[in-house]
T-cell receptor
Framework: GENVEQHPSTLSVQEGDSAVIKCTYS??????FPWYKQELGKGPQLIID?????GEKKDQRIAVTLNKTAKHFSLHITETQPEDSAVYFC?????????FGGGTRVLVKP | GAVVSQHPSWVICKSGTSVKIECRSLDFQATTMFWYRQFPKQSLMLMATSNEGSKATYEQGVEKDKFLINHASLTLSTLTVTSAHPEDSSFYIC?????????????FGPGTRLTVT
């Protein structure tokens, strides 16, 4: 089955700086990689995803890059703001299910 | 985007009682829904896959007789925690897949916090 590892587990950044979270996966056949943001007491929200036919995707201040050869993908948040503070999860498909990384707790300090 | 709701958002029950949690897809028909459990500061753990009109598929280690799942319609799946105990206290989250979209995309509900006293 798919194995997803996520680093770092916690990340503290100054407001305005960039944040980068990296995930590695094990199944080379995986072709869909979503990122979710979870605020305290709420369900995860899909913020961006990427499919294996592209190497990078951007949506305003967030971007995801994919390196299929190395089997890793990363979330980049630029110009961080206090409202970016949350837990972020990456995921990769395993059959018709998703396998989640362990999560990264991001704290943006004003 | 697709919207998934859960009810209740939080519930407190006494040990030994049963609790039912509802998951609804509001603007699409979901043939497949998923139930997750999340303990504090941990990742999401898939409990089972709920398929409309058929039996749920449980992950290894999840007791199907304790966590009853019913997916009787294309917009509603229910999770019943039977004979709840304090160790069942957790955050339960459902997700649904829109068959009109990618086979992998899942939309999550807001979660239900269960506290068993």
């Amino acid at each position: 089955g798919e194995n997803v590892e996520q680093h770092p587990s916690t990340l503290s950044v100054q407001e305005g700086d960039s944040a980068v979270i990296k995930c590695t996966y094990s199944d080379s056949a995986s072709n869909y990689f979503p990122w979710y943001k979870q605020e305290l007491g709420k369900g995860p929200q899909l913020i961006i995803d990427i499919r294996s036919n592209v190497g990078e995707k951007k949506d305003q201040r967030i971007a995801v890059t994919l390196n299929k050869t190395a089997k890793h993908f990363s979330l980049h948040i630029t110009e961080t703001q206090p409202e970016d503070s949350a837990v972020y999860f990456c995921a990769a498909p395993a059959g018709n299910k998703l396998t989640f990384g362990g999560g990264t707790r991001v704290l943006v300090k004003p | 985007g697709a919207v998934v709701s859960q009810h209740p958002s939080w519930v407190i029950c006494k040990s030994g009682t049963s609790v039912k949690i509802e998951c609804r897809s509001l603007d699409f028909q979901a043939t497949t829904m998923f139930w997750y459990r999340q303990f504090p500061k941990q990742s999401l753990m898939l409990m089972a896959t709920s398929n409309e009109g058929s039996k749920a598929t449980y992950e290894q280690g999840v007791e199907k007789d304790k966590f009853l799942i019913n997916h009787a319609s294309l917009t509603l799946s229910t999770l019943t925690v039977t004979s709840a105990h304090p160790e069942d206290s957790s955050f339960y989250i459902c997700s649904a897949r829109d068959p009109q979209e990618s086979s992998y995309e899942q939309y999550f509900g807001p979660g239900t916090r269960l506290t068993v006293t």
